[in-house]
């Protein structure tokens, strides 16, 4: 049993939460964890059927939970749709930036309009997100921003340049708001999932903006054991379940993480030593 099978915390009893990606994947599995968890949540996604599935798990916490249909990538969205969550939540204490697309493919064979997808969804995405959301954050309690980075931002993952640089984007990023609000009290972290089971490596991820195409089809899987988890998972999994990201995500959003800044979480089972 995952540990956020047992009785949750309750870190968020009084705090506003958007989350970007929110119809599947790691990003429904935070707001699945910070719904459990007492919090407001506005999830935030371009797929009504990923919204609607993730109405449907919140059960029980469905009346604390609102959702939005949101492009990341497009500018005129974001800015409507974080206006909505906000007045919707009436404020806003913590912002997860969780939707992200991935785009696999040899160099050679990588379109121009695929590398330009990745990092408009990925990196852009996160900009446009973050710079409407800070005014609301500003006024936040115990402010914080969890951005997704990625294992890949710093290791390398085959296949996946683009991903890759669009991760690292969001690492550099995140390290430079941290210092530009740090006086105002706000705080940005970003996660690094790596062998973690999602839209984006199992393919069934419900919107472009959590999923993407698997490996080339003449894929060296040699090239992939440097990225293979050394924790032990039930039945020899090779991805851990979203839930192992999504019980992190909820410790740097709370009240919990009041002093870490600036900084990441890699979160994959000892692939990277």
Same mark, same amino acid.
């Given at each position: 049993?995952?540990?956020?099978? *047992?009785?949750?915390?309750? $870190?968020?009893? !009084?705090?506003?939460?958007?989350?970007?990606?929110?119809?599947?994947?790691?990003?429904?599995?935070?707001?699945?964890?910070?719904?459990?968890?007492?919090? $407001?949540?506005?999830?935030? %996604?371009?797929?009504?059927?990923?919204?609607?599935?993730?109405?449907?798990?919140?059960?029980?916490?469905?009346?604390?939970?609102?959702?939005?249909?949101?492009?990341?990538? %497009? *500018?005129?969205?974001?800015?409507?749709?974080?206006?909505? !969550?906000?007045?919707?939540?009436?404020?806003?204490?913590?912002?997860?930036?969780?939707?992200?697309?991935?785009?696999?493919?040899?160099?050679?064979?990588?379109?121009?309009?695929?590398? *330009?997808?990745?990092?408009?969804?990925?990196?852009?995405?996160? &900009?446009?997100?973050?710079?409407? !959301?800070?005014?609301?954050?500003? %006024?936040?309690?115990?402010?914080?921003?969890?951005?997704?980075?990625?294992? =890949?931002?710093?290791?390398?993952?085959?296949? +996946?340049?683009?991903?890759?640089?669009?991760?690292?984007?969001?690492?550099?990023?995140?390290?430079?708001?941290?210092?530009?609000?740090?006086?105002?009290?706000?705080?940005?972290?970003?996660?690094?999932?790596?062998?973690?089971? =999602?839209? +984006?490596?199992?393919?069934?991820?419900? =919107?472009?903006? =959590?999923?993407?195409?698997?490996?080339?089809?003449?894929? %060296?899987?040699?090239?992939?054991?440097?990225?293979?988890?050394?924790?032990?998972?039930?039945?020899? !999994?090779?991805?851990?379940?979203?839930?192992?990201?999504?019980?992190?995500?909820?410790?740097?959003?709370?009240?919990?993480?009041? &002093?870490?800044?600036?900084? *990441?979480?890699?979160?994959?089972?000892?692939?990277? +030593?």
């Amino acid at each position: 049993m995952s540990p956020s099978a *047992e009785a949750p915390l309750s $870190r968020y009893a !009084a705090r506003r939460v958007l989350i970007t990606g929110g119809g599947s994947g790691i990003g429904q599995a935070c707001v699945l964890r910070i719904l459990a968890e007492g919090g $407001r949540v506005a999830a935030a %996604d371009i797929s009504p059927d990923g919204l609607a599935d993730t109405v449907a798990k919140a059960g029980e916490h469905g009346d604390r939970l609102s959702t939005v249909v949101l492009d990341v990538g %497009d *500018e005129d969205s974001v800015r409507d749709g974080v206006a909505q !969550a906000v007045k919707t939540l009436g404020g806003l204490d913590t912002l997860v930036n969780a939707a992200g697309i991935l785009r696999s493919a040899h160099l050679t064979e990588t379109t121009l309009a695929d590398f *330009e997808q990745v990092l408009r969804i990925n990196l852009i995405g996160t &900009f446009l997100v973050t710079r409407e !959301a800070i005014a609301a954050l500003r %006024d936040g309690k115990g402010a914080a921003v969890v951005n997704f980075s990625s294992t =890949s931002a710093q290791f390398a993952h085959p296949y +996946m340049s683009a991903y890759a640089a669009s991760k690292g984007g969001v690492l550099a990023m995140t390290h430079t708001w941290a210092l530009e609000f740090a006086k105002a009290g706000i705080r940005f972290n970003s996660v690094q999932p790596g062998s973690i089971s =999602s839209g +984006m490596t199992d393919g069934t991820g419900a =919107s472009r903006q =959590s999923v993407g195409p698997g490996l080339p089809e003449d894929a %060296d899987y040699a090239l992939f054991g440097k990225v293979a988890p050394m924790l032990p998972l039930d039945g020899g !999994a090779i991805f851990a379940n979203p839930d192992a990201v999504a019980g992190v995500v909820a410790m740097l959003g709370s009240d919990d993480a009041y &002093f870490i800044t600036g900084t *990441e979480v890699r979160i994959d089972g000892g692939s990277h +030593m």
